[in-house]
């Protein structure tokens, strides 16, 4: 049997390059985000995460005071991988892709738009747990 949360947003019809809204996701074994972009959308866009008790400040410097990590996740369309300093880019093209996040320990998961240039950008979550 599997537990699944309702969908979650972290992005919707961005603009712009910030800070999507922080989701925490400890009880989940299992992490899937979708990507969909509109108006030829051309955009990096870097997963994050953190196993802080607190929420970190996704959209400040990582430090001591302020832990969290980019992180990897897993293109289900081809299975290749996206390194998390490296982060996930469409380039004009829109389009829709589900990513599975590396969760082992993650408390928060969150993202942030770094380079913008063009489009519309939705990010969703949703988690799944077996029991």
Known sequence: MRS???EQIIFRAASATGTGTPQMVEDYQHLLLTLSSANSANFTIQIQGSQADTCPTFSSSASVTNPWSYVQVK??????????NVG???AGTDAVGMYEVNTNGLRWICATITV????NITLNL????NE
């Not at 293109?75 to 998390?84: A, E, H, L, M, Q």
């Open 126 to 129: 949703k988690t799944y747990s």
């Open 116 to 119: 913008y240039s063009a489009g």
């Open 88 to 90: 996930i880019v469409y």
């Open 4 to 6: 699944v949360q309702t």
């Open 75 to 84: 293109n289900y369309n081809d299975n290749s991988t996206v390194n998390g």
